[in-house]
């Protein structure tokens, strides 16, 4: 038995090694803090897995030691540069440009503790919001006709 009833380990025992480690791709980045290699797995299995994103690919940007994820949301869709950042780290205005001056649409990441991941899009500059679509647009408008109706 690997641990004690308490959960403390045996003297000479070894922790078994990070699976998330081992997997091919993480091999080849080396950054060293292991959470932000953790939100970068985390983050890359969501694009691949779950939203289908193609061409997913690990970009190192070692002067501001991140890991970065290039993608495309569609076939024949721009690659987009994806920040998979955990909650506790902090970006300065300085590093924020560093990445929108690459010239890719830039998506942060915020990964919890949990593993909640929440998508953000950085712009360069203000960018005006898609109108809604659906049922609800209209549906303040259609209350009141009903009230004056009444």
């Given amino acids: 038995m690997a641990e004690?009833?308490?959960g403390t380990k045996k003297r000479g025992e070894t922790e078994p090694p990070n699976w998330i480690l081992q997997?091919?791709?993480?091999k080849e980045l080396e950054v060293g803090d292991s959470t932000q290699l953790h939100a970068a797995f985390l983050v890359f299995m969501d694009l691949t897995e779950v939203r289908q994103w193609t061409k997913v690919t690990y970009a190192e940007s070692p002067?501001?030691?991140l890991v970065l994820l290039e993608a495309k949301e569609k076939d024949g869709g721009p690659v987009q540069t994806v920040l998979p950042?955990?909650?506790?780290?902090?970006l300065s205005?300085?590093?924020i440009r560093h990445l929108l001056d690459r010239g890719f649409p830039l998506l942060l990441c915020?990964?919890?503790s949990d593993s909640t991941l929440v998508y953000q899009r950085m712009t360069d500059g203000l960018?005006?919001?898609e109108p809604p679509v659906g049922l609800f647009h209209d549906a303040g408008r259609r209350q009141k006709q009903r009230r004056r109706k009444q």
Avoid: F, K, Y
């Fill in 63 to 65: 002067e501001l030691q």
């Fill in 93 to 95: 205005h300085r590093s």
């Fill in 110 to 112: 915020a990964v919890a």
């Fill in 4 to 6: 004690v009833m308490d």
């Fill in 85 to 90: 950042l955990p909650v506790h780290r902090s």
């Fill in 127 to 129: 960018v005006t919001p």
């Fill in 23 to 26: 997997h091919p791709v993480m």
